[in-house]
Protein backbone atom coordinates (compact mmCIF):
# COMPACT_ATOMS: atom_id res chain seq x y z
CA UNK A 1 0.00 0.00 0.00
CA UNK A 2 1.05 3.42 -1.32
CA UNK A 3 -0.69 6.51 -0.93
CA UNK A 4 0.89 9.85 -0.69
CA UNK A 5 1.09 13.77 -2.00
CA UNK A 6 3.93 15.73 -2.82
CA UNK A 7 4.89 19.41 -4.40
CA UNK A 8 6.32 19.02 -8.09
CA UNK A 9 9.39 20.68 -7.41
CA UNK A 10 10.50 18.41 -4.70
CA UNK A 11 9.27 15.21 -6.95
CA UNK A 12 11.26 17.43 -9.67
CA UNK A 13 14.28 17.19 -8.04
CA UNK A 14 14.14 13.07 -7.37
CA UNK A 15 13.69 12.55 -10.78
CA UNK A 16 16.47 15.28 -12.05
CA UNK A 17 18.70 13.14 -9.47
CA UNK A 18 18.32 9.92 -10.18
CA UNK A 19 18.24 10.68 -14.10
CA UNK A 20 21.73 11.42 -13.43
CA UNK A 21 22.44 7.38 -13.77
CA UNK A 22 19.35 5.04 -14.76
CA UNK A 23 15.97 5.38 -16.94
CA UNK A 24 14.36 2.81 -14.65
CA UNK A 25 14.75 2.48 -10.85
CA UNK A 26 13.38 1.14 -7.67
CA UNK A 27 11.68 2.75 -5.10
CA UNK A 28 11.44 0.91 -1.81
CA UNK A 29 9.33 2.45 0.05
CA UNK A 30 8.61 1.81 4.43
CA UNK A 31 6.37 3.57 6.87
CA UNK A 32 8.92 6.07 7.27
CA UNK A 33 9.76 7.07 3.58
CA UNK A 34 11.53 6.61 0.14
CA UNK A 35 14.31 4.96 -1.01
CA UNK A 36 16.12 4.81 -4.16
CA UNK A 37 19.77 3.56 -5.36
CA UNK A 38 21.17 3.42 -8.93
CA UNK A 39 24.50 2.68 -10.49
CA UNK A 40 25.12 3.86 -13.86
CA UNK A 41 25.54 1.52 -16.78
CA UNK A 42 29.31 1.96 -16.57
CA UNK A 43 29.70 1.62 -13.45
CA UNK A 44 31.49 5.16 -13.01
CA UNK A 45 28.93 6.76 -10.71
CA UNK A 46 25.99 5.78 -8.43
CA UNK A 47 23.14 7.36 -6.03
CA UNK A 48 21.64 6.49 -3.17
CA UNK A 49 18.73 9.31 -2.58
CA UNK A 50 15.80 9.03 0.45
CA UNK A 51 12.79 11.04 1.47
CA UNK A 52 11.41 11.27 4.65
CA UNK A 53 7.73 10.93 4.80
CA UNK A 54 7.78 14.18 5.74
CA UNK A 55 8.75 16.09 2.70
CA UNK A 56 5.33 14.73 1.85
CA UNK A 57 2.11 16.85 1.99
CA UNK A 58 0.32 13.33 3.08
CA UNK A 59 2.13 9.98 3.20
CA UNK A 60 0.49 6.18 3.77
CA UNK A 61 2.02 3.22 3.50
CA UNK A 62 3.81 -0.57 4.06
CA UNK A 63 6.47 -1.77 2.97
CA UNK A 64 6.73 -2.23 -0.62
CA UNK A 65 8.50 -1.83 -3.88
CA UNK A 66 7.53 0.24 -6.86
CA UNK A 67 9.63 0.28 -10.58
CA UNK A 68 9.29 3.35 -12.04
CA UNK A 69 10.18 4.74 -15.85
CA UNK A 70 11.99 7.87 -15.03
CA UNK A 71 11.14 9.90 -18.23
CA UNK A 72 7.51 8.33 -17.80
CA UNK A 73 7.28 10.00 -14.26
CA UNK A 74 9.08 12.97 -15.46
CA UNK A 75 6.66 13.90 -18.15
CA UNK A 76 3.57 13.97 -15.61
CA UNK A 77 5.62 16.57 -13.71
CA UNK A 78 6.26 18.51 -16.99
CA UNK A 79 2.36 19.30 -16.85
CA UNK A 80 2.90 21.27 -13.39
CA UNK A 81 3.77 24.31 -11.98
CA UNK A 82 6.18 24.89 -8.87
CA UNK A 83 3.76 24.48 -5.67
CA UNK A 84 1.40 22.67 -7.22
CA UNK A 85 0.86 19.33 -5.38
CA UNK A 86 0.60 15.53 -7.19
CA UNK A 87 -1.09 13.04 -5.73
CA UNK A 88 0.22 9.27 -6.13
CA UNK A 89 -1.43 5.93 -4.86
CA UNK A 90 0.06 2.41 -5.76
CA UNK A 91 -3.05 0.34 -7.75
CA UNK A 92 -1.57 -3.25 -6.55
CA UNK A 93 -4.31 -5.01 -8.66
CA UNK A 94 -3.02 -3.49 -12.05
CA UNK A 95 0.16 -2.85 -11.33
CA UNK A 96 0.23 0.97 -11.91
CA UNK A 97 1.05 3.75 -10.53
CA UNK A 98 -1.96 6.13 -10.22
CA UNK A 99 -1.16 10.29 -10.77
CA UNK A 100 -3.13 12.73 -10.09
CA UNK A 101 -3.23 16.56 -10.36
CA UNK A 102 -6.04 19.01 -10.94
CA UNK A 103 -7.81 17.62 -13.63
CA UNK A 104 -5.53 14.94 -14.91
CA UNK A 105 -4.83 11.54 -13.72
CA UNK A 106 -2.19 9.10 -15.31
CA UNK A 107 -2.34 5.68 -14.72
CA UNK A 108 1.34 4.75 -15.20
CA UNK A 109 2.40 0.81 -15.35
CA UNK A 110 4.80 -0.17 -13.24
CA UNK A 111 8.30 -1.99 -14.49
CA UNK A 112 9.24 -5.25 -12.89
CA UNK A 113 11.49 -4.84 -10.27
CA UNK A 114 12.91 -8.62 -10.62
CA UNK A 115 15.51 -7.50 -12.96
CA UNK A 116 16.85 -4.41 -11.04
CA UNK A 117 19.94 -4.55 -9.08
CA UNK A 118 20.04 -3.58 -5.14
CA UNK A 119 23.65 -2.02 -5.39
CA UNK A 120 25.49 -2.09 -1.97
CA UNK A 121 26.63 1.44 -0.77
CA UNK A 122 30.93 0.51 -0.25
CA UNK A 123 32.09 1.78 3.16
CA UNK A 124 35.05 4.21 2.60
CA UNK A 125 37.25 6.19 4.92
CA UNK A 126 37.62 9.20 2.83
CA UNK A 127 40.75 11.51 4.45
CA UNK A 128 39.17 15.09 3.22
CA UNK A 129 36.22 16.43 4.32
CA UNK A 130 34.80 19.81 2.38
CA UNK A 131 31.54 21.56 2.52
CA UNK A 132 31.28 24.52 0.17
CA UNK A 133 28.73 26.36 -1.39
CA UNK A 134 27.14 25.11 -4.55
CA UNK A 135 27.24 28.64 -6.61
CA UNK A 136 30.82 28.49 -6.07
CA UNK A 137 31.04 24.38 -7.27
CA UNK A 138 29.27 25.68 -10.37
CA UNK A 139 31.46 28.30 -11.10
CA UNK A 140 34.66 26.04 -10.91
CA UNK A 141 33.33 23.49 -13.10
CA UNK A 142 32.41 26.08 -15.42
CA UNK A 143 35.62 27.32 -15.45
CA UNK A 144 37.20 23.97 -16.09
CA UNK A 145 34.41 23.08 -18.90
CA UNK A 146 36.93 24.51 -21.68
CA UNK A 147 39.93 23.40 -20.31
CA UNK A 148 40.02 20.05 -19.98
CA UNK A 149 37.56 16.58 -20.02
CA UNK A 150 38.80 16.02 -16.29
CA UNK A 151 38.93 17.90 -12.58
CA UNK A 152 41.25 17.36 -9.76
CA UNK A 153 40.17 17.58 -6.61
CA UNK A 154 42.69 19.00 -4.11
CA UNK A 155 43.08 19.88 -0.19
CA UNK A 156 45.12 20.34 3.08
CA UNK A 157 44.33 21.51 6.60
CA UNK A 158 43.94 24.81 4.96
CA UNK A 159 42.66 25.49 1.45
CA UNK A 160 40.52 23.65 -0.74
CA UNK A 161 41.26 23.74 -4.87
CA UNK A 162 39.09 22.47 -7.91
CA UNK A 163 41.63 22.64 -10.95
CA UNK A 164 41.51 21.77 -14.72
CA UNK A 165 44.67 20.81 -16.55
CA UNK A 166 44.57 21.10 -20.18
CA UNK A 167 47.22 21.08 -22.69
CA UNK A 168 48.09 24.95 -23.06
CA UNK A 169 45.37 25.85 -20.57
CA UNK A 170 44.41 25.64 -16.79
CA UNK A 171 41.84 26.99 -14.73
CA UNK A 172 41.61 26.97 -10.97
CA UNK A 173 38.64 27.72 -8.16
CA UNK A 174 41.16 27.99 -4.93
CA UNK A 175 39.18 28.40 -1.65
CA UNK A 176 40.53 28.71 2.00
CA UNK A 177 39.63 27.45 5.29
CA UNK A 178 37.62 30.82 5.76
CA UNK A 179 35.93 31.16 2.53
CA UNK A 180 34.45 27.08 3.26
CA UNK A 181 31.42 26.17 4.88
CA UNK A 182 33.79 23.34 6.55
CA UNK A 183 37.35 22.07 5.82
CA UNK A 184 38.45 18.83 7.62
CA UNK A 185 41.99 17.22 5.96
CA UNK A 186 45.34 16.58 7.97
CA UNK A 187 47.12 15.93 5.19
CA UNK A 188 47.15 17.00 1.28
CA UNK A 189 45.37 14.54 -0.86
CA UNK A 190 44.20 14.42 -4.43
CA UNK A 191 41.78 12.58 -6.93
CA UNK A 192 41.11 13.42 -10.16
CA UNK A 193 37.43 12.95 -12.13
CA UNK A 194 35.60 13.14 -15.43
CA UNK A 195 34.12 16.30 -15.95
CA UNK A 196 31.19 15.21 -17.26
CA UNK A 197 30.06 12.75 -15.08
CA UNK A 198 30.97 15.89 -12.32
CA UNK A 199 28.80 18.24 -14.09
CA UNK A 200 26.23 15.96 -14.65
CA UNK A 201 25.25 15.44 -11.39
CA UNK A 202 25.89 18.92 -10.01
CA UNK A 203 23.45 19.83 -13.02
CA UNK A 204 20.74 17.69 -11.29
CA UNK A 205 20.74 19.69 -7.59
CA UNK A 206 18.49 22.45 -7.71
CA UNK A 207 17.46 23.66 -4.16
CA UNK A 208 20.76 22.58 -2.40
CA UNK A 209 22.91 25.75 -0.74
CA UNK A 210 25.75 23.87 0.17
CA UNK A 211 27.29 20.63 -1.16
CA UNK A 212 29.87 18.38 1.33
CA UNK A 213 32.85 16.61 -0.75
CA UNK A 214 34.48 13.87 1.08
CA UNK A 215 37.43 12.40 -1.10
CA UNK A 216 41.03 10.70 -0.55
CA UNK A 217 44.16 10.24 -2.84
CA UNK A 218 43.14 8.51 -5.75
CA UNK A 219 39.91 7.78 -3.74
CA UNK A 220 36.21 7.81 -5.60
CA UNK A 221 34.22 11.23 -4.13
CA UNK A 222 31.26 11.68 -2.52
CA UNK A 223 28.99 13.92 -2.78
CA UNK A 224 26.02 14.51 -0.39
CA UNK A 225 23.37 17.71 -0.15
CA UNK A 226 19.99 17.61 1.13
CA UNK A 227 16.50 19.23 -0.43
CA UNK A 228 12.93 19.57 0.81
CA UNK A 229 13.97 21.59 3.80
CA UNK A 230 16.36 18.25 4.87
CA UNK A 231 13.45 15.99 4.43
CA UNK A 232 15.42 14.40 1.48
CA UNK A 233 19.00 13.55 1.36
CA UNK A 234 21.26 12.57 -1.98
CA UNK A 235 24.99 10.85 -1.62
CA UNK A 236 26.32 10.65 -5.13
CA UNK A 237 29.05 8.38 -5.78
CA UNK A 238 32.36 8.87 -8.46
CA UNK A 239 34.94 6.86 -9.01
CA UNK A 240 37.99 8.36 -9.70
CA UNK A 241 40.05 8.36 -13.22
CA UNK A 242 43.65 7.16 -11.78
CA UNK A 243 46.26 9.43 -13.00
CA UNK A 244 49.54 8.59 -14.77
CA UNK A 245 52.94 8.91 -13.73
Avoid: W
Wanted: hydrophobic share 45%.
Amino acid sequence: MFKAKIRSEVLKEVIDVIATQVDEVKFTITTSGINAKAVDPAHVAMVDITLDKGAFEEFKAKDTEMGINIEKLREVVKLTKSGETIAMELDEDHNRLVLSLGNITRNMSLVDTAGMSDPKIPGLNLAAKVTLELDELRKGLRAAEPVADHIALIADENNFELRADGDTDFSSLTLVKDQLVELSCKEKQRSLFSLDYFLNMIKAVSSAQNITLEFGNDFPVSMDFTFADSKGKVSFLLAPRIEND
